[in-house]
């Protein structure tokens, strides 16, 4: 199987966490989240989607999600950088 482009890797395990969460807003995260065309833009939606959780899920789901989105997207950054 072929590697996956940075953006897309990212992408990918970022939507499974939501889907995993059990956030009430999991769908609407998970769409945002795969509109993103840019590692950038993959953060910023990210965090953006953690001040929502924080309003509707609470601070610690939304905690987990900012800890776990940046730790996925520094390695998918670092991964594509390697390969370049």
Do not use: Y
């Amino acid at each position: 199987m072929a590697k996956l482009p940075p953006v897309a890797g990212a992408k990918i395990q970022l939507v499974k966490w939501i889907n995993s969460s059990g956030s009430s807003e999991a769908m609407l995260c998970a769409d945002e989240l795969l509109e993103a065309r840019t590692l950038r833009e993959l953060a910023e939606r990210a965090r953006r989607i953690a001040l929502r959780m924080q309003e509707v899920d609470g601070v610690r789901m939304a905690d987990c999600f900012w800890n776990a989105a940046k730790e996925i997207l520094v390695r998918c950054r670092d991964l594509g950088a390697a390969h370049s």
